[in-house]
Nanobody, 120 residues
Framework: QVQLVESGGGLVQPGGSLRLSCAAS????????MGWYCQAPGEQRELVAA???????NYADSVKGRFTISRDNAKNTVYLQMNSLKPEDTAVYYC??????????????WGQGTQVTVSS
């Protein structure tokens, strides 16, 4: 199985920055895509940013130019650098990882979520 451990959330003032991290461990053979999703109260979970093993990235329009996703393939870790934060970025942020287990099957795992609150 695959475990994801997230860190880096918290309370920040508008215009501030946070860096989220998510480390994957377990019986992993390969990881294809690592991404971050957010879910605000009463809203659907939605994609914030994703990155492939080759480094291709995809961002939600609302975060382009402010957030940067990166990954360390050797550490099976994905990062989300969040700059110029706005109150509307307030949400629980979830890490998602998709790949293949050493036994063969594909997997898709979610982290436990980390709260990001942007408020003065």
């Amino acid at each position: 199985q695959v475990q994801l451990v997230e860190s880096g959330g918290g309370l920040v003032q508008p215009g501030g920055s946070l860096r989220l991290s998510c480390a994957a461990s377990g019986s992993i053979s390969s990881i294809d895509v690592m991404g971050w999703y957010c879910q605000a109260p009463g809203e659907q979970r939605e994609l914030v940013a994703a990155i492939t093993s080759g480094g291709s990235t995809n961002y939600a329009d609302s975060v382009k130019g402010r957030f940067t996703i990166s990954r360390d393939n050797a550490k099976n870790t994905v990062y989300l650098q969040m700059n110029s934060l706005k109150p509307e970025d307030t949400a629980v942020y979830y890490c998602n990882t998709r790949g293949r287990l050493v036994t063969g099957p594909k997997f898709s795992s979610w982290g436990q979520g980390t709260q990001v609150t942007v408020s003065s």
